[in-house]
């Protein structure tokens, strides 16, 4: 009989008794899938971690890079150190593209911590963790608690609100105060009539919106809500969301600054701000940024990396509770005229760039996360699109990224660091969705990500640095630049040159014409691009030294001929 038993299990006809012990187990370990990922008390520590490493682990480590760090940076220092926080300043001049908010608070941090990359950057990572924590509590309280935990770990781990918690500019901020203002109002919908705080928090947020970015702080809000309660039909809710306190509310917090910098700079402020840099954006191709309209259906698969291949599992899931009971029914229908209202309003601008449509991410996290909760719980949840998917996804994207590293920054081995971890992780995907493990896909993923971004601040920040900023190579070149005469841009204009070496540049010389009257009589140095390097080199009206190459930027120094 015992051996009967025996074979018949090894043939697999029968339970392993030893197996069915331990999945009777009490201990957590033993525990199976259908519990929460980790056990309770140490999720707020790994939460912790989670947000240290994806915003604030090496956050000065890189250099400001754009256009819009180095100038941002640089206003903030000169309100800083000038005093004026009511007009902000570029080089002593009014800079009035954009509000304050970013700049006080970056002033606050230069007080603190001094002038840099890292106190420029800081405001900004901690706009990403007020973020990422409404969403969290956010999720927990309309879901689950696990819905809120998923949520967060969405968040904090997608490739466009890591890469953005991380930059010198408004647009997390901006992203920050409407996810804010958003998730009080959707938290507010549970119960309108006893929801004054939430209702006054969403228009303080939109307030601090309208500081962060302006305008569109205000309105991006305010077309979700009127959509929403268009496609709802619930128009009583405007009875109950105190809209005559949060008028005034968002009138205190948000006017003043309004009022105080057109008596400063009166009509240019006028032209400037709202003429040139908010209609003429939306209206007209006046900036240079057009795109198509389905741009931002594109981008949002990059901002979203790796979740959004879960998304047509949550698009099935959320369509199911829209026909469900009416208070979840009311959110679903909230939570999907905020993800598509930013979509369709920012395609229909004449100027596309990737950061507008940043605010969709906690809403997308939001769906992501309660159908994820539900998966790992064992309940309705599905991801069986993004399971499949995911493992030939990460290979190809593993040749892709060997290929790309290899080509623009001539990086192989940190290519094939890179292409390691996205193999190694989508094999791994394949063997625990045949496994059944749900629990194992989703930290498998999360988990890639963090060391991706662990190995990115590692080995990609210096190829970033020589490739897409200027301090590495001024940096190598500083003792001659402070004893020598000043640097001329030869056909190379590059922002973070006037942050790094500020008053040792002269104006660019578009030519060699140009250059040579820049030169005059006595030697002089050239900062350009490397392509440029074998018509400078091969003309006879100098002698050149090449002092410095990194990247695709060269230091030379010329001498002219008599």
Partial sequence: MKT?????WKAGRLENPLSTAFQRSRLPCFQSSILPIFHSSSLPALAFLLVYLSFFYRLGALAFVGADEPRYARVAEEMHRGGDYVTPRLEGRPWLEKPPLYYWLASGAIAAMGPGEFSARFPVALSAVLGAG???????TLFSPQAGWMALLVLATSAGYFAYG?????????????TVSLCSFALALRRPQRSLGWFLLGYASMALATLAKGPIGLVLPLLVLGVFLSVSRRWDLLEQMQLIPGFFLFLVLALPWYVLVYRSNGFEFISTFFVNHHLARFLTPLHHHEQRFYYYFLVLLGLAFP?????????????????????ERLVAIFLWVWLLVPLFFFSLSS????????????????LLGENLARYVEGRDGRIWFGAVAYPPF???LAVATLYFLGIRYNALRVGWCFAALLAASGGLSLWMTRKGNRRGQVLLLAATMVVGIVLTTHLMFPYIDDFHSTRSIVRLVERELEAGPPVIPYRFFHHTLYY?????????????LDLRLALGAGPGYVLTDTSNLPSLLGNPSWDADIRAIRGDRAFLRLQTRQ
Wanted: with cysteine; hydrophobic share 55%; charged share 15%.
């Fill in 307 to 327: 979740w959004i291949i879960f998304f047509p599992d949550a698009i099935r899931a959320s369509l199911k509770r829209l026909r469900s009971v009416p208070e």
């Fill in 394 to 396: 990460a290979v190809v």
């Fill in 166 to 178: 991380r930059a010198a500019s408004m647009d997390m901020l901006l992203t920050a105060c409407v």
């Fill in 134 to 140: 409404i969403v969290w509590f956010t999720g927990r």
């Fill in 351 to 366: 100027s596309k760039l990737p950061a507008y449509i940043l605010p969709v991410l906690p809403v997308l996290a939001l």
């Fill in 4 to 8: 009967g038993r025996l074979e018949g």
């Fill in 500 to 512: 790094y070496a500020p008053g040792w540049v002269t104006p660019v010389a578009q030519n060699q």
